[in-house]
């Protein structure tokens, strides 16, 4: 019932940016959490960053800290991510998720998923 759809994604080099959006759809959208996985070959999917909807509370794995942010824009339905001083280690696919329960951290946990975006890093 609800679709999340991811854009942005690309080739940048080291140290350059990007700024990663999911639009969010559907009847009654109101997740408590909105958060942000990456995912390389071969590696289990892992926490990149997350916000609360309502109170727009900001969490992030310690890899992103200072480097990317998380943001919301309610009337649109849209999270974004923005990633600055990008590193080839950052190289993935990137996934949109929405979750209704607290975990925040556990990909398992989130309900509605997104179907990914490229992003590559190039040194």
Known sequence: QVQLVESGGG???AGGSL???CAASGRTFTPYHMGWFRQIPGKE???VAALSWSGGNTYYAASVKGRFTISRDKAKNTVYLQMNSLKPEDTAVYYCAAEKDTYI???SMYDYWGQGTQVTVSS
């Open 11 to 13: 080739l940048v080099q």
């Open 19 to 21: 700024r990663l959006s």
């Open 45 to 47: 999917r892992e926490f």
């Open 105 to 107: 951290y556990t990909p």
